[in-house]
């Protein structure tokens, strides 16, 4: 079938739609829609592509008559049968909906009105945002939804309408657009409450906050019980750029911030924005915590936690030396994961460009990462790294210094840096140490995303775990187990000895990349600094990029 994905932009849900409905053998090609292209424009770019089907798995603008009404337009949208409007699941965890769905639904002229394709329905967890909610639960009955949609159309099959379908989520209509202010803070509220109101602005709009007379938006937070007795609204505690508020019950732990002026500036961890005086050390809760570590035996597991992938200078150091005592200690094989909404995508531009030099940031922090995909690669026991979630650029490349990389099922991985800088993370050794070079001149100059089991396929990655995150847990711990058998651990340590040997010492591919990233950073020859301007400020694409529309 040739399928046409119209969206606002190359997500990581759209990515996952793409590569899911390639790999079924389905043409698929991709046109961007960005709010300044005319509907003139857009649906002529529809015409020349004709396609059997157009699914819309995101997409922030109306769906031009001209389009819906000659070809078959379906609307992904993150809601249940009956919900409508464009603040769904900013409704749905602010209400704190128990259950919530996706429903594909023909295009028409009211917004999320149409005769309905298919709908799946989800629990909710308590505390997770919006973001996390998205990148998991919507996103797989998002695919469901897709599958369905794809199924029905080659058999001929058409929607329902809505009333024909039940209310799995009862309470739902058409809702209105939350903007910042249905957010707002009170200090004097309870913890809980305010930990709830920052997950569902989480990314956009931001939860708005007084503190001294000035306001900030909130992001990434956690409770705990303790009563410091503090006024509301004050800084009781700090772990590394975590801060500690007093609210009416409760402490409230915030992990990034955002000055909110005339207009909302840059997500930075907490206390790059927010002066936290001479705030005491306090340990932050678990659910935000930079790493957890536990050991079985000869085996140890270290999970790092990044908000939304990014990593930071001082934080790669702090990840470094996580990964450098975990080594000390007298285990065999050392796991590491990422949480089940992120894996890493590698340095972080956000702290980059608000610093005084931007281009002395972006170095310290490469070659912070550097010392991290180092002490990664040149350790003595087996490493395996497990990518939890999607994962880009740097973050990719520092989780193939381990030894052994498996996936979760439906993990997107981009294999490739797109901001104007030539990369490092021991790129140049990893990849092709995997792959051979020609596949890896592929991956890096497609700028493509993969999807794990494709990834796997061409042996980039070894497996692929179950999507179910307990599962995949289980299955995790399984393969663990399995490679300290005596007998396979033999071989894998060989397996490593040779690897070692073939390749040329780590500092000889580190030299190599860095003095590429000098160019890229300090003399701007690709436009690193304009590009990540860009992408900080969510500038849409002026055009579709040609690698992803059909072949004319």
Request: with cysteine; aromatic share 8%; glycine share 8%.
């Amino acid at each position: 079938m040739k399928i046409l994905l119209l969206a606002s932009g190359f997500n990581g849900l759209t990515q996952r739609v793409w590569c899911t409905l390639r790999e079924q053998g389905h043409e698929v090609g991709v046109e961007l829609a960005p709010a300044h292209q005319t509907p003139e424009s857009l649906t002529a770019a529809v015409e020349r592509v004709d396609p059997d089907l157009i699914l819309c798995p995101f997409l922030k603008h109306r769906v031009p008559e001209d389009v819906w009404r000659r070809w078959t337009t379906v609307i992904v949208h993150p809601g249940p049968v009956g919900d409508r409007g464009p603040s769904s699941l900013d409704h749905a965890l602010l209400g704190m909906s128990p259950r919530w769905g996706v429903t594909a639904l023909s295009a028409v002229e009211e917004m999320d009105a149409g005769p309905v394709w298919a709908s799946f329905t989800f629990d909710v967890p308590a505390g997770i945002t919006k973001s996390a909610l998205y990148n998991s639960r919507v996103a797989d009955a998002a695919m469901d939804c897709v599958a369905a949609v794809v199924r029905k159309v080659a058999a001929g099959e058409r929607p329902r309408p809505a009333d024909e379908h039940p209310r799995a989520v009862p309470g739902t209509g058409e809702l209105p657009l939350l903007r910042r202010p249905a957010f707002a803070l009170d200090w004097r509220a309870p913890a809980d409450d305010l930990a709830r109101r920052i997950a569902a602005a989480d990314g956009a709009p931001g939860a708005p906050a007084e503190l001294n007379g000035q306001g900030y938006c909130l992001f990434d937070a956690a409770v705990t019980d303790e009563d410091t007795g503090a006024e509301p609204g004050t800084i009781v505690g700090r772990d590394a750029e975590a801060l500690a508020f007093a609210t009416g019950r409760g402490t409230l732990w915030v992990g990034y911030a955002a000055v909110l002026d005339r207009r909302r500036g840059p997500k930075l961890p907490a206390s790059m924005v927010i002066d936290p005086k001479d705030a005491p050390f306090k340990p932050a809760p678990a659910a935000i915590a930079e790493t957890a570590y536990r050991r079985e035996g000869d085996i140890g597991f270290l999970q790092i936690r990044s908000y939304n992938g990014a990593m930071h200078t001082e934080q790669c150091r702090r990840l470094t030396q996580a990964v450098e005592k975990a080594l000390a200690e007298d285990t065999r094989i050392l796991v590491l994961t990422g949480t089940e909404h992120a894996f890493s995508n590698g340095i972080h531009l956000g702290v980059i460009d608000a610093a005084p030099d931007p281009a002395a940031e972006a170095w310290d922090n490469i070659n912070a990462i550097d010392d991290l995909c180092e002490a990664i690669a040149g350790a003595d026991q087996l490493t395996v790294a497990a990518f939890t979630a999607n994962a880009g650029a740097g973050g990719v490349m520092a989780g193939l210094c381990a030894d052994v990389n498996v996936a979760r099922d439906g993990v997107v991985l981009n294999p490739y840096y797109d901001m104007g800088i030539f990369g490092s993370e021991l790129h140049t050794w990893s990849v092709a140490d995997r792959v051979g070079e020609q596949a890896a001149a592929r991956l890096l100059g497609d700028k493509l995303p993969v999807s794990a089991s494709a990834a796997a396929h061409m042996g980039l990655i070894g497996a692929v775990g179950p999507r179910d995150w307990d599962e995949f847990q289980r299955w995790l711990r399984a393969v663990a187990l399995g490679y300290n058998d005596p007998v396979t651990r033999g071989r894998m340590f060989a397996a490593k000895a040779r690897r070692r040997a073939e390749s040329k010492p780590l500092s000889y591919y580190r030299t190599i990349e860095l003095a590429e990233m000098a160019r890229d950073m300090f003399d701007d020859r690709n436009g690193f600094h304009g590009m990540r301007r860009a992408f900080l400020g969510k500038s849409a694409p002026a055009e579709t990029p040609a690698k992803l529309r059909f072949a004319s």
